[in-house]
């Protein structure tokens, strides 16, 4: 048998946690898979002493992680931190350059700074990955770099965030509104330590960012991804939604054309008989249209100790078995820096959803305000009288322009009948 890898963690938290009970457990089942034995040798974290159920005797306890790049005999270095910046991105630098391959989870700073990792790994002639940074438990980073090499590919779609689709679903089972749910999640211990990075899009947003990359073999680029979060929606529009046959989900939307690269993040409605709407709770999913497969999807769970370690695993394997290719699936040097497409752009129907007074003249002011912004309605509906004195009126534009849209919403929501900012959410056909 070939000599063993030797693996050194930093950061034990759930995840690292999660992949010395992988690493332990299937010791013999991932020996026999990879050709060769995986062994941990050295652990870092910031408390020695936190009780985390698992037996880290046979370890070496390194106190300043930021020494493992430096380490005689280790081969890998597995960065489970987290962060954009700070250590965890001094560490997998230092790591590269010192010609150790790197596999990591954090997706905020690939998302940011793939790119220059993915260089530094090919000038160091070492490995990067970082499928677990992804919808955890899904391969989709070697379902699309492998699995789909032969293809084109032009589009990327999906539900990147458990915490998010969790909240719509529990919104939509007991009719609770945003705040309650919120609290409730809040209280399981699903938010992010940052709840922005959540419920703002900003989590899906780093995965979209990565999977353009994986995908178009794109440079990341993480500051063009238009992002919305779920904070405006209000348990009437899941209501409404589903009484036109929609559902409401937090998306990851990539499509690349002719150099152009679209993606964006934020809430949508979609046909509630497509498979991707059928996704409840913590769950993830995701489709990719490649040009001779067709639509592929994929769905799992996104978070969590086990999935997200058995992608890290995973990894380890493919560098025990000799797998070494470009962490973007072509060399770093001829990753394309893409045109964004900026929002603007965006040509669609919109569900409208307004809060009135329940008085003579208001849809007449409504339709005003449409007309002059050239916006078409396709369906318009009255909502009975939700609260004292006051409605909802709930419309479907015919297509119309992003611009033309926020246009019509600005007038509508000078008019003195409106009682609350007007909302929109994009309909998405898949
Ligand atoms: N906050 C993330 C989620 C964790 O809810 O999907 C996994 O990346």
Known sequence: MNKPLKVAIAGLGSVGVGVVKVLEQHKKLIGERAGRKIEITHVSARNRDTERGIDLSNYQWVDNALEMAGLEGVDIVVELIGGEEGIAYELAKSTLKNSKSLV?????????????????????????????????????????????????????????????NYMLSQMEATGRSYDEILAETEALGYLEADPALDLDGIDAAHKLAILSSVAFGTKTDFDSVYIEGIREIETVDIKYGKELGYRIKLLGITKFEDGNLSQRVHPVMIDRKLPIAGVMDGFNALAVDGDFIGRTFYQGRGAGEGPTASAVVADLIDIARGHSG???????????????????????????????????GVIADITTGLKNANVSVETMLQKGTERDGTVYVVMITHETRETAMKDALNRINELPSVIEKPLFIRIEKL
Do not use: C, W
Request: aromatic letters at 6%.
């Open 326 to 360: 470009p962490a973007f699936f072509k060399p770093a040097s001829s990753l394309v820096s893409a045109s964004p497409v900026p929002i603007t752009q965006r040509k669609g129907v919109y569900y409208v959803r307004l809060h009135v007074l329940d008085e003579a």
């Open 104 to 164: 990591t989870a954090n997706k905020a700073m690939v998302a940011h700074h793939g790119a220059i990792l993915a260089d530094l790994a090919q000038n160091n002639n070492v490995v990067l990955r970082f499928e677990a940074a992804v919808a955890g438990g899904i391969p989709i980073i070697k379902a699309i770099g492998e699995g789909l090499a032969a293809n084109e590919l032009n589009l990327v779609y999906g539900i990147m965030n458990g915490t998010t």
